[in-house]
């Protein structure tokens, strides 16, 4: 190691508090709620939570997890973004791919198409009236269909498989592999990488989901979480209550920060795992040409 | 014993199968495309089409053909409607506010990161600025409507240790921009200074040894050698901005907005939902909606000559 200067050791010092500062401002928000959900009310009215929660109690998860609205709109989010991510992926894939083979006629106005359409949109009401028409409204198809086709995913997929050297496709065509074969046998598996960005992409996007849901879905049962989490941010008391009791003696914040937590738990759990890969994929969009 | 069969044929036979066998394969090239592409033009090809009702008096029961032609009724009255132009200059100043003010941000946080030598220091500096923008809008406005709420709020209570009266951020006037600010700065940081991180890894190690030797401190020689290494990839974003500028915004102002601060955080995007879906003004707020999309458009077109124009790569 080469001996440092005082300006650059001062330098180094500050840039680790620094970004320690911003660290905290990015995790310190959701500690604080996560700490008021675990507190009881005398506490979280008194404005005395900050990331250690005070008297101790899970009453607030209790009444969330007790609700039957929740579970509803639990396993409406899972249906959407389990369904929704697969379909979305595999759509990718497959456009990718196919624009990706320089010899494919017409190819130019297919990426056109797909250009233009992430530049121009007809707007809110022409497609709301377009799922309305196809009979789409108040069903959970609305919210995985209209949405099924990234350009910009896919053409980041695309570029991905057109990097993979062309010998790969050739002596693979050489043993009589159709493109289906080969793009399930050889390039899936060398794209893995981008493959798991983009499903991360798109299942944050469908577990996120709220605008969509907003216009197309008006029946209860339907909603996916995030509206009913904006339901019981708004007004807690709309959690259906089984037990009066338990309400009673729990801050409304406390409910909310529950629900916040248990709806956003789930996918920041994915997260981690799949960080190695999407760090990578996304660079590598970045860095590419 | 493929191989065998067709030595055996005539070399015309030979050339015929291999182009037909081609055909065959290509067809499963479009077989691929067709789901992709059936979606693209029912979802976004159609609806480019319905929004010739922008023209028309649209109707439920004539339809999109049948609805009578107005020509530019709904255009007039947009341009001549006070609530448009609000709408439309919030919309600008909120982007605009957003462009100078979240730009910079990720710059930074890169080239902070990039200089932490510590991997795991690294790594984790990382995964926690990224997190954010994991967090839905929803969530997102929850947090920020828990920080700065007027009783409890962390930031009440800690300007209230400093003597000042506690503010109501999210209804005041002169406050809910700011915190749109704020707020999409919050979510995005992190996850913008990927891309910019990837940029400067790319930058060639030995100017920095050779500024090094030259006796370039740390801020000097990422003022000459680290930004200007990665200059494109700023213009890129900015020009990616630009093309989602008018559009953006709307599930964010949706969640974070109401009636108090309509005057001042009222967006296109936000109004056309509201006129649109809510009083079911559906060719009205189609034109504020078309409106939207060609400004959008014709900025990104702008950004991307102009970008070409000075020798940077463009989106096309």
Request: hydrophobic share 55%; charged share 15%.
């Amino acid at each position: 190691m080469k001996l440092k200067s005082r300006g650059e050791m001062v330098f180094e010092i500050s840039n680790y508090i620094l970004l320690s500062v911003i660290m905290a401002a990015c995790l310190l928000p959701l500690l604080n709620i996560a700490a008021k959900s675990f507190s009881s009310e005398a506490y979280v009215l008194a404005g005395e939570i900050f990331i250690w929660p005070k008297g101790f109690t899970a009453a607030a998860y209790e009444i969330v997890l007790g609700s039957r609205r929740f579970w509803d709109s639990f396993g409406n989010t899972v249906f959407i973004t389990v369904v929704g991510t697969a379909l979305n992926t595999m759509l990718t894939i497959f456009a990718g791919y196919a624009l990706s083979r320089k010899r494919l006629r017409g190819q130019n106005l297919i990426m056109f198409m797909f250009i233009f359409a992430m530049l121009f949109s007809g707007g809110i009401i022409p497609t709301y009236l377009i799922v309305k028409e196809i009979g789409l409204l108040n069903s959970l198809w609305a919210l995985i269909i209209p949405g099924m086709v990234a350009p910009f995913n896919m053409i980041i997929m695309r570029l991905y498989f057109y990097n993979i050297p062309d010998s790969m496709e050739e002596s693979a065509k050489i043993d009589g592999a159709s493109n289906f074969k080969i793009l399930f046998s050889i390039m899936i598996p060398l794209a893995m990488p981008s493959i798991a960005t983009i499903s991360l992409f798109y299942a944050v996007e469908y577990w996120n989901n709220y605008f969509d849901a907003l216009i197309y879905i008006n029946k209860h049962s339907l909603f996916p979480l995030q509206v009913y989490l904006r339901e019981i941010i708004i007004n807690a008391s709309s959690a259906d209550i089984n037990n009066l009791d338990l309400m009673m003696n729990t801050a409304q914040e406390s409910v909310r920060g529950a629900t916040v937590v248990a709806a956003t738990l789930p996918i920041l759990l994915v997260y981690p795992f799949l960080q190695k890969h999407f760090v990578k994929g996304v660079m590598l969009g970045a860095v590419k040409q | 014993m493929k191989a065998n069969a067709s030595i055996a044929e005539p070399i015309k036979t030979k050339k015929t199968s291999k182009a037909w066998k081609e055909l065959l394969m290509d067809y499963q090239l479009y077989l691929m495309l067709l789901p992709g592409l059936a979606v693209l033009i029912i979802f976004k090809y159609f609806p480019i089409y319905g929004a010739l009702i922008a023209f028309k008096d649209y109707n439920l029961l004539d339809g999109v053909m049948g609805s009578k032609w107005v020509g530019l009724k709904h255009f007039q009255s947009l341009f001549s409607s006070d609530k448009f132009y609000s709408v439309f200059i919030n919309t600008l100043l909120i982007n605009l506010y957003k462009l100078v003010f979240q730009l910079p941000i990720p710059i930074i946080l890169a080239l902070m990161i990039n200089e932490v030598r510590n991997t795991v220091f690294k790594r984790f500096s990382q995964s926690i600025t990224y997190m954010p923008h994991f967090l839905s809008w929803v969530v997102v406005s929850a947090i920020f409507a828990n920080l700065l709420s007027p009783t409890n709020g962390i930031v009440n209570v800690f300007i209230g240790y400093l003597g000042i009266d506690s503010i109501m951020f999210m209804t005041d006037e002169r406050f809910f921009r700011a915190v749109l600010v704020a707020s999409s700065a919050f979510r995005e940081s992190g996850w913008s200074s990927i891309i910019y991180l990837a940029a400067i890894m790319a930058v060639d190690s030995q100017l920095y040894e050779a500024a090094r030797m030259d006796g370039a401190s740390k801020l000097r020689q990422i003022w000459h050698i680290t930004l200007p290494g990665i200059r494109s990839v700023i213009v890129f974003i900015i020009m990616l901005r630009l093309g989602a500028a008018l559009a953006n915004d709307l599930e964010q102002v949706l969640m974070f907005y109401s009636p108090m601060v309509y005057n001042v955080g009222d967006v296109l995007g936000t109004y056309v939902y509201r006129i649109g879906l809510g009083q079911m003004k559906y060719s009205f707020s189609t034109a504020v909606n078309l409106f939207q999309s060609l400004i959008g458009l014709a900025l990104v077109v702008i950004a991307n000559t102009v970008s070409k124009k000075f020798g940077e790569r463009g989106l096309w």
